[in-house]
């Protein structure tokens, strides 16, 4: 009990600053990446204006898919370390890569329509890229069935681990079958196929995904700490109800 | 310390089954994930009866319309090695083009021509100004000459 006060205590310490300027440079990347996507950045020579939703799209795929690998990173800390503040971190990178993997969804199919000629294929990213948005919701769900907090934090976290499997998946798809999805453009032997004009955008732009992200776990934590010293001061007011 | 150590084994072996499992089945699965056929493919293993996705480069100066019923296009999708004709009548994609990849969904006739109820349109994974692109091929520095010059820009 007593080192669950204390780190988290050091960790209210940090992260209440650190919010501040995560959240400062999020709102400056955003506004400079939108004017760079939308005015300051060339049409593509193939796809003409709609190459501008790949600022959109690419940084929330990457970022949705290194949340899982952290979550798993932190669910393994957790599971076996017994970090008092891996469970709390790995429940907090959940909602916030499960809205990344949704918004990777969506705008991947508002970008296939006019290029493909699709909304939605089973080809192999997409297909497991679904299947990483419902690994994020059947965490999140495991979460809220079991009331234990020590309990729900291991089953979650085993079900996270078994579910990295994914992750790999999701990257090399591309790669190992045909699918209709473009293999790599950023992260490739051999560099980047992407134009150093809209490679500014596309970094900015996930420059602000990255400092959101950061700050949107860093709260999600901060309120779930919060939520479990309310909950045991709670328990020592009325012995009675410890469980609950 | 044993405790500990049982939590790693146990968080290790549950990974390391989940992979072999994953790795087993797409092992089995093997060619069937992918999203689709390539005429090389096509001919070396036969042609499936049921519809099939079949994917590949729009071959250059192959793309026509049917003699007797001109809403029909027709074009030959080749990987380089195999190719196979197609035919479709409906809305082509935008970025549809010779040289272009492109995923054409039906059945093989007979004839070994694919008579397809849809076609989409691949893009590879290079992003370029319309400038760069043309002056990468007034160089002669275009990657494989595969592509038709752009005609819809």
């Known amino acids: 009990m007593k080192i669950d006060y204390a780190n988290p205590v050091r960790f209210e310490r940090l992260a209440a600053p650190a919010t501040a300027v995560l959240a400062f440079v999020a709102a400056l990347a955003l506004g400079a990446g939108l004017y760079l996507a939308f005015f300051a950045s060339p049409t593509d020579y193939q796809q003409g204006a709609i190459v501008r939703i790949m600022y959109v799209h690419v940084p929330a795929a990457t970022l949705a898919l290194a949340a899982y690998a952290a979550m798993a990173a932190a669910s393994f800390t957790g599971f076996v370390y017994k970090h008092p503040l891996a469970d709390v971190a790995a429940k907090s990178i959940a909602p916030v890569g499960a809205a990344l993997t949704f918004l990777a969804l969506a705008t991947g199919s508002i970008w296939g329509k006019p290029m493909w000629g699709a909304w939605w294929a089973w080809d192999a990213r997409l297909t497991s890229m679904l299947v990483l948005f419902f690994l994020y919701v059947g965490y999140m769900a495991i979460w809220r069935a079991i009331d234990d907090p020590l309990r729900a934090a291991r089953v979650a976290a085993i079900v996270c681990m078994v579910g990295s499997v994914n992750v790999p998946i999701v990257k090399f798809s591309v790669d190992w079958w045909y699918s209709l999805h473009q293999p790599a453009s950023i992260f490739r032997a051999g560099g980047p196929s992407i134009d150093g004009a809209m490679l500014a955008p596309l970094a900015t732009m996930a420059l602000f995904y990255a400092c959101w992200g950061a700050a949107m776990v860093l709260t999600l934590m901060r309120a779930e700490l919060a939520e479990r010293r309310a909950a045991r001061i709670e328990a020592a007011a009325h012995p009675a109800s410890r469980l609950a | 310390m044993t405790r500990r150590r049982r939590r790693l084994l146990l968080a290790s072996g549950a990974v390391a089954a989940a992979a072999t499992a994953a790795a087993l089945a797409f092992l089995a699965l093997g060619s069937s994930v992918s999203y689709f056929y390539t ?25 026509g319309h049917d003699a007797l019923d001109p809403a029909i296009v027709t074009f030959v999708v080749t990987d380089g090695e195999a190719r196979t004709p197609v035919r479709y009548r409906g809305i082509l994609p935008d970025l549809f083009r010779e040289g272009q990849g492109v995923v054409a969904q039906g059945r093989i006739g007979a004839d070994g021509t694919l008579a397809a109820d849809t076609v989409l349109a691949k893009h590879d994974e290079n992003y370029m100004p319309k400038e760069v692109a043309d002056a990468l091929k007034a160089q002669g520095r275009w990657r494989d000459g595969g592509l038709a010059p752009p005609s819809q820009e």
């Open chain 2, 39 to 63: 005429p090389s493919e096509l001919a070396a293993n036969g042609v499936p009866e049921r519809a099939i996705r079949l994917g590949g480069l729009v071959e250059n100066g192959s793309l």
